[in-house]
T-cell receptor
Framework: AAGVIQSPRHLIKEKRETATLKCYPIPRHDTVYWYQQGPGQDPQFLISFYEKMQSDKGSIPDRFSAQQFSDYHSELNMSSLELGDSALYFC??????????????FGAGTRLSVL | AQKITQTQPGMFVQEKEAVTLDCTYDTSDQSYGLFWYKQPSSGEMIFLIYQGSYDEQNATEGRYSLNFQKARKSANLVISASQLGDSAMYFCAMREGVQGGKLIFGQGTELSVKP
């Protein structure tokens, strides 16, 4: 079965640079979520999209932005990178609706290192 | 505000034995979902099992079962016949409501299976 695809898997950037993370959800899934997991931490919700519209927003810095495109893939754009942005970034997708359990399936993550 | 608590930072279990990972939650919603995810050292987040707040039966998925005690607000994961490959970090998570919504994670429990 198809899973959530994230690219790149690893990314190394310098401070103040920009980064773009991509996510391809499971086919027919209508909701995409982004999470940030710092070293030794639990994942923290950043932002979500339902049918290409932003549906919820968590503790996402103003330097970050995200969108979901017409083909349902999503991108997380991160600017003015800081050392503290070094983390594992997950994308997850789900199919929402009362007949579904709305289980979020995660991609393998993008490990971002800011030097 | 919703909260997930995992009080066991680390657990050891002998291969082939059963182990219970604790999870308690706090929410004022009547409708919510509870999830367990496994995160191996490679970093990916793997969905294991789901329990809806209105589900009367405890969820089971192969060697995984969820001991759901609604009145006590606990959702413990039971892994039967532990295998070496079960060594990983395990996260309990909650979603409020039945529609698409963010997951709130606990701090995680690191499980080590001894041969």
């Amino acid at each position: 079965a198809a899973g959530v695809i994230q690219s790149p898997r690893h990314l190394i950037k310098e401070k103040r640079e920009t980064a773009t993370l991509k996510c391809y959800p499971i086919p027919r899934h209508d909701t995409v979520y982004w999470y940030q997991q710092g070293p030794g931490q639990d994942p923290q919700f950043l932002i979500s999209f339902y049918e290409k519209m932003q549906s919820d927003k968590g503790s996402i810095p103003d330097r970050f932005s995200a969108q979901q495109f017409s083909d349902y893939h999503s991108e997380l754009n991160m600017s003015s990178l800081e050392l503290g942005d070094s983390a594992l970034y997950f994308c997850a997708s789900s199919l929402v609706g009362h007949l579904h359990k709305n289980i979020q399936y995660f991609g393998a993550g993008t490990r971002l290192s800011v030097l | 505000a919703q909260k997930i608590t995992q009080t066991q930072p680390g657990m050891f279990v002998q291969e082939k034995e059963a182990v219970t990972l604790d999870c308690t939650y706090d929410t004022s919603d009547q409708s919510y979902g509870l999830f367990w995810y496994k995160q191996p050292s490679s970093g990916e987040m793997i969905f294991l099992i789901y329990q809806g707040s209105y589900d009367e039966q405890n969820a089971t998925e192969g060697r995984y079962s969820l001991n759901f005690q609604k009145a006590r607000k606990s959702a413990n994961l039971v892994i039967s016949a532990s295998q070496l490959g079960d060594s990983a970090m395990y996260f309990c998570a909650m979603r409020e409501g039945v529609q698409g919504g963010k997951l709130i994670f606990g701090q995680g429990t690191e499980l080590s299976v001894k041969p």
